[in-house]
């Protein structure tokens, strides 16, 4: 950000126009960050505007404003959730910068409190984690509603896709009748990287971060997707509670332990600010190793009788105060923009910059997305930086979350060498030379070489051997890329070739480095372990675009075995019965049908692949037991609101059980599951005769009441 004059020299004038220009912004970052999921201000900058308009306002507190950035907790909620008014306020939390800041914190505490400097006053100390907070609300130790924060007073009942998150107990034991946890839902990183790279196989948004991801997972409307989404929460604090938890922080936080909730490992009692300090060092350097985004440290004041006395400003408690991490961003230049192509052909930009230290970890490159961003567009032709484009030779600001790939975020235009000049994306793959078209409605341009396109070849053989495809112990990313050089192999059925074209010459991979002869003997084991393998793994490592892991698990429960998967991808075409029949499976669309039937169908792809199943044993995906499955072989319709699941969640188990669950009710149908709002499928239902079940009857059937 370009810098503002000092507070300390505004006019009065000057003063109530930029507190005006503060409040616009800030109101506004904070509808971005809570409703859209989509923040437009870096966390730093947030901070840094929230302060100056603290400063500003201390100097000039006749003018602080009805709608002031320092009383806004949030914003208010999404429409589409009911919403849920805090039985105890959702609060926010005061940020102290450096170490000097948590001294005064201590000092502004013992003030209040009437305590001297030298008696004893402790403090708990805990990572903040970056998530969004959530209220789950339990009465006689069952969870009966969980709210988000909202504006701190009203939230949104999300109880249908908290119930969906491991880490939130549905039960309690001997709980007391009202009990509010409260917590950070959040997303590990390699779940977040797993989640995105999904969306990307899908054609779906991808997240800028795992707060995001987190919030756009927990704010879905439909639970199923949240389901989907794999969910943590930590219990950090409580809101209503009939009962005291314990006497101080640390004994409230045990408790919730025992309750079963995940609390944070790293929370530690601290005796003073010096020991405050300490502990934020420690956790300070476990960030980037942790798994999952933190931005801070929170100080709370154990004694829970002085948390009371101390109490609240307007939103904020005084008891408590966030040490935040300095922004992991940093500004250096871009040296040159690489194209990398990826298994499905897709040129990427990747930025090559000047190394830079960001958040503790040395940074040389980083993700530039597509040929728009690095124009200044998004998809939709938007204005992102204000229409910045990115040029080689350019000042760039690196953002790095957590595990997260870095990415460029901005560029100074005042730094701009002249000679910089606008990016042009290769209409030719910079590896095979084929030509790289980008089809209408596709983000990126794609190599069109397939199979001769090196590039191509040895992402997909990366992909072949990843720890959801083949998973070969030994064989990694750079090992295929050494074999892949050295003319080994050229396609994964080469893989299972090594042995007996290379096995007798161990010598030769012995000799290499890195290679030793129990690690080449180990390898071959390893390889040879793998000839046995699932058919929705075979799926998933084909690398086909559009079919992830979760795909390929629903086509190898659909179609068994190999045989018929692959004779139905070679036969399907638009409007015959292998097509319908591939489509008609949940999850499966016309996107990725055409992407399987393409595939299969190409002479080329399809000799690769058939080479590589003559080396396998594919086992049959595993049908349930359903022989005393009471529902086996009946047709089920669920109809009106469940209250104990999902309709994704009911449906799976159904057909889990041997049912089949059909959206419509006919003369055919065995079993209707009618839940409130039934409406005229319940009708129709009652007319035919067909057997009808409300959802506890259904449970109590299936066994799983
Ligand atoms: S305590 C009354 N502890 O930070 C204060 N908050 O900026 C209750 N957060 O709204 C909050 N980790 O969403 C607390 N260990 C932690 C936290 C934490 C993350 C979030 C929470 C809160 C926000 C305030």
Redo the contacts with the bound molecule.
Sequence with gaps: MTALPDPNTLSEDEAKAELARLAEILNEANTAYHTQDAPDLSDADYDALKRRNADIERLFPALKRADSPADQVGASPAEGFTKVTHAVA????SNVFDDADVGEFDGRVRKYLGLSANASLAYTA????DG??LSLRYENGKLVQAAT?GDGTVGENVTANARTIDDVPHEIADAPEVLEV?G?VYMSHPDFEALNVRQAEAGDKQFANPRNAAAGSLRQLDSAITRARPLRFFA??WGALSAPLAETQAGAIEQLAAYGFQT?PLTALCDGPDEMIAHYRKIEQLRADLGYDIDGV?Y?VNDLVLQGRLGFRSTT?RW?T?HKFPAELAWTHLEAIDIQVGRTGALSPVARLTPVTVGGVVVSNATLHNEDYIAGRDSKGADIRNGKDIRVGDWVQVYRAGDVIPKVADVDLAKRPETAVPFVMPDHCPDCGSAAVREPGDAVRRCTGGLVCPAQAVEKMKHFVGRSAFDIEGLGAKQVEQFYADGWIKEPADIFTLRDRYGSGLQQLKNREGWGERSAANLFDAIDERREIGLGRVVFALGIRHVGEAAGNLLAAHYQDWQSFSTAMRTAALGNTAWDDLISIDGVGGVMAQSLATTFQQDAEWASIERLAEHLSIQEATRPDTSDSPVAGKTVVFTGTLERMSRAEAKARAEAMGAKVSGSVSAKTDLVVAGPGAGSKGKKAAELGIEMLDEDGWLALIGAA
């Design positions: 959702m609060l926010s939390l805990e990572p903040k984690i969004l907070s924060r409260r950070e950090y604090a944070n929170v709370k408690p408590a966030a």
